[in-house]
């Protein structure tokens, strides 16, 4: 099963909806016939109250634009924007019935703006470049890694207390394991994002035998004028054309997972088809 967008934006009034709907249904089913996976296309968690009653909000009632993008991501902000999505991660991965589907279903998940903030990579380029917006992009890929690939966090982090490399204080409290090569599953970028200090991460795998998978990493080298770098378009071909090569023609189906449409045409013109 497919789906995205698993939560709600600040201001929404959840009351008013009908509770989990999605996730009750999903379950009803997965009783009757077994899910075999289930795909995140990305928002799988919403971490926008970051900024609304969260450690971000100081920041975000700055109202000088200039000031608000000087300020520093000092430790003491990183810190508390860490317990921050920690503490969102844990509540809403144990909320049920999504905890209940987490834990009976296989997941597999690429990341869009919510899972960091809303519209995280789309605001213009020197405004994205600050301080604050490149540290938490670092903190919550760090626990992208964790709680929605169950994988360790990178050794690197930004704050502006400390150089742009790995640092210590990145593996406080932390166990980090020490791969010397990544998961085969990974389609790893060559260069780190523009705002988000870490290579993209998009995703191949075999989803039985004539099925193939493929996630595009659509936020991590995101701005207003890019989606990925033309070299990650061309690492992600060359992975296509090896898998579907060395298949000698099992795989009759290819996914194409991404955040973003391929095709968005002016809702007024579907309208009057």
């Known amino acids: 099963m497919f789906h995205s967008c698993?939560?709600?934006?600040?201001?929404?009034?959840?009351?008013?909806?009908?509770?989990?709907?999605?996730?009750?249904?999903?379950?009803?089913?997965?009783?009757?016939?077994?899910f075999h996976v289930m795909i995140g296309g990305g928002d799988q968690i919403y971490n926008d109250g970051i900024r609304v009653d969260g450690p971000l909000n100081a920041w975000t009632n700055i109202k000088n634009p200039i000031k608000r993008q000087a300020h520093d991501f000092s430790d003491k902000l990183r810190t508390e924007c860490d317990?921050?999505?920690?503490?969102?991660?844990?509540?809403?991965?144990?909320?049920e019935p999504f905890k209940t589907a987490n834990g009976q279903i296989p997941q597999i998940n690429i990341w869009d703006d919510h899972d960091i903030i809303d519209g995280f990579g789309?605001?213009?380029?020197?405004?994205?470049?600050?301080?604050?917006?490149?540290?938490?992009g670092g903190v919550a890929f760090k626990y992208y890694c964790l709680f929605q690939h169950h994988v360790a966090p990178p050794k690197s982090t930004f704050t502006t207390d400390s150089t742009e490399a790995i640092d210590p204080r990145?593996?406080?409290?932390?166990?980090?394991?020490?791969?010397?090569?990544?998961?085969?599953?990974?389609?790893?970028?060559?260069?780190?994002?523009?705002?988000?200090?870490?290579?993209?991460?998009?995703?191949?795998?075999?989803?039985?035998?004539?099925?193939?998978?493929?996630?595009?990493?659509?936020?991590?080298?995101?701005?207003r004028m890019q989606i990925n770098y033309p070299e990650t378009y061309d690492l992600i071909f060359q992975r296509l054309h090896q898998e579907l090569s060395q298949a000698n023609g099992e795989i009759k189906h290819l996914i194409l997972l991404l955040g973003v449409p391929i095709a968005y045409p002016r809702l007024a013109w579907l309208e009057n088809i």
């Open 6 to 34: 698993n939560g709600f934006s600040v201001g929404t009034d959840t009351d008013s909806w009908a509770g989990p709907a999605l996730w009750n249904d999903v379950l009803r089913v997965h009783e009757k016939r077994a």
């Open 83 to 95: 317990e921050f999505y920690y503490n969102n991660y844990v509540r809403w991965y144990n909320q």
């Open 122 to 136: 789309s605001y213009t380029d020197h405004f994205m470049r600050c301080a604050v917006f490149r540290g938490i």
């Open 170 to 223: 990145q593996l406080v409290d932390t166990f980090v394991l020490d791969e010397p090569t990544p998961d085969p599953r990974w389609i790893m970028g060559k260069t780190p994002g523009p705002y988000v200090e870490e290579k993209s991460r998009s995703l191949y795998m075999r989803l039985g035998r004539r099925i193939a998978f493929a996630g595009i990493d659509a936020r991590t080298e995101r701005t």
